[in-house]
């Protein structure tokens, strides 16, 4: 089954610092996503990008955080200034169809110090 | 009122024991419905998606009353390893179809 790739699989860093988290989405996938789950605490929706722009963002999506396709391939999530409160692990989704479900990666766990 | 609501939990259940799930959404315009499974520090992966006229796969089952706004997960003969968080998910079908997830509910399988 086509996989969707996430990279580093943990990534540790000093509070303020700027962070970069990459996904791979599935190649023919139109919608691509953001999620986010802190250690115990369920999945919250963070963004949702679509024909090269943000469709949908949450409240937690704020001015620190940003998406990029830069390419035909990679769909990243920047965290410009690092918060204690900002550990989590990270996933990436996408989707072929509006309706479809969602593949997802196996997560970026972000550890901010 | 949270967009998707799930049995708290958790469920602590003996094997071959017989388990439902119950969720319930908010928002009358969702347009498709799944459940997903959680194991433990792992990314969501899709259990099976609901249809309004209900589906099985194997020991799973699968109801959607849309009237209602009320979905429902059965595991017949539980097995060890299906334990795990059962993640009910809801899909509003527009703005690049954003998936909403309830909190979860925790299925533990003992011996």
């Known amino acids: 089954e086509p996989e969707v790739t996430q990279t580093p699989s943990h990534q540790v860093t000093q509070m303020g610092q700027e962070v970069i988290l990459r996904c791979v989405p599935i190649s023919n996938h139109l919608y691509f996503y953001w999620y986010r789950q802190i250690l115990g605490q369920k999945v919250e929706f963070l963004v949702s990008?679509?024909?090269?722009?943000?469709?949908?963002k949450s409240e937690i999506f704020d001015d620190q955080f940003s998406v990029e396709r830069p390419d035909g391939s990679n769909f990243t999530l920047k965290i410009r200034s690092t918060k204690l409160e900002d550990s989590a692990m990270y996933f990436c989704?996408?989707?072929?169809?509006?309706?479809?479900?969602?593949?997802f990666g196996s997560g970026t766990q972000l550890s901010v110090l | 009122r949270k967009e998707v609501e799930q049995d708290p939990g958790p469920f602590n259940v003996p094997e071959g024991a017989t388990v439902a799930f119950n969720c319930t959404y908010s928002?009358?315009?969702?347009?498709?419905f799944f459940w997903y499974r959680q194991d433990c520090r792992k990314e969501p992966k899709l259990l099976m998606s609901v249809y309004s006229s209900g589906n099985e796969d194997g020991r799973f089952t699968a109801q959607l009353n849309r009237a209602s706004q009320y979905i429902s997960l059965l595991i017949r003969d539980s097995k060890l390893s299906d334990s795990a968080t059962y993640l009910c998910v809801v899909n509003k079908g527009t703005n690049a179809g954003k998936s909403t997830f309830g909190d979860g509910t925790t299925l533990t399988v003992k011996p």
């Open positions: 990008f679509y024909n090269n722009e943000i469709s949908e």
């Open positions: 928002n009358s315009a969702s347009q498709s």
């Open positions: 989704a996408s989707r072929g169809q509006l309706n479809e479900k969602l593949f």
